[in-house]
């Protein structure tokens, strides 16, 4: 039964932030421009000033907020990784950066609509921290995976 409401709060979760997506071309081409406005990839100024004004009034949404919270901030707490490839998929270099991805998504959206900036600056030190790795890199050692 627990699982089945994870689960039902993931959904909820995904579907709440899709329906608040605006990602035509033409929304992201107009955010290009307009530097200094609310990026609206994934969520719009619209969408999070929708979901602001409901936070406390739909317990399964709180309860996914909370344990998303909560997964950034262990993340925080551990330290930004990002270890030299070396791994096939399913290493530890490997999964170390697909989670890399998952967790500076997740502190995106958290900063947007909590507006606590700790999240922002994970986001871009965990950027220059790719940004400097990156042109260190050789071509990768595994030139295929069986994945």
Known sequence: MKEFSIKLAALFFISFIYS????TAESVSDNLKNKGSHPKLILTKQGVDNIRKHLGTVP???????DTKADVDAEIELGIQVPIP???SGGY????HKKNFIIIQ????????????????????MLFAYAKLYPTLPVHPQTRSYA
């Open 106 to 125: 997740k502190a995106g959206v958290l900063f947007q609509i909590l507006n606590d900036e700790k999240y922002a600056n994970y986001v871009k030190d």
């Open 86 to 88: 070396k791994d096939l």
């Open 60 to 66: 399964i949404f709180d309860k996914t907020l909370a």
């Open 20 to 23: 608040s997506c605006n990602n």
């Open 93 to 96: 270099t490997h999964e170390r």
